[in-house]
């Protein structure tokens, strides 16, 4: 069955780094569409950035433009999300998934994964 794992996620400063993974299986993953989403209890889960198959023309959220990097490594399986300059309003629970270009909507809306909680606090 589809399997999302998402690891990585930490209690940093602002200002700091942090590189999360997200490893998937159950798909073919080499031809979808990733991206990474977060939610932050009592909001919406919010799209940070997605990557097509061939890995090229990254989007991203306007409030990571800049700071954040989506990359993928097709033969393992994994994309990775480079966070940069962390700020307070970054802290949510991050979470990967295929995405649909057609509707921007995620592939596997049933199956998500446990997350990856990432904190940013002085």
């Known amino acids: 069955q589809v399997q999302f794992v998402e690891s990585g996620g930490d209690l940093v400063q602002p200002g700091e780094s942090l590189r999360l993974s997200c490893a998937a299986s159950?798909?073919?993953?080499?031809?979808?569409?990733m991206a990474w989403y977060r939610q932050d209890p009592g909001k919406e889960r919010e799209l940070v950035a997605t990557i097509i198959p061939s890995g090229a023309r990254p989007n991203y959220a306007d409030s990571v433009k800049g700071r954040f990097t989506i990359s993928r490594d097709n033969a393992k399986s994994t994309i990775y999300l480079q966070m940069n300059s962390l700020k307070s309003e970054d802290t949510a629970v991050y979470y990967c998934n295929a995405f649909n270009p057609a509707t921007r909507a995620p592939r596997y809306y049933n199956d998500w994964g446990q997350g990856t909680q990432v904190t940013v606090s002085a």
């Open positions: 159950g798909f073919t993953f080499s031809v979808y569409s």
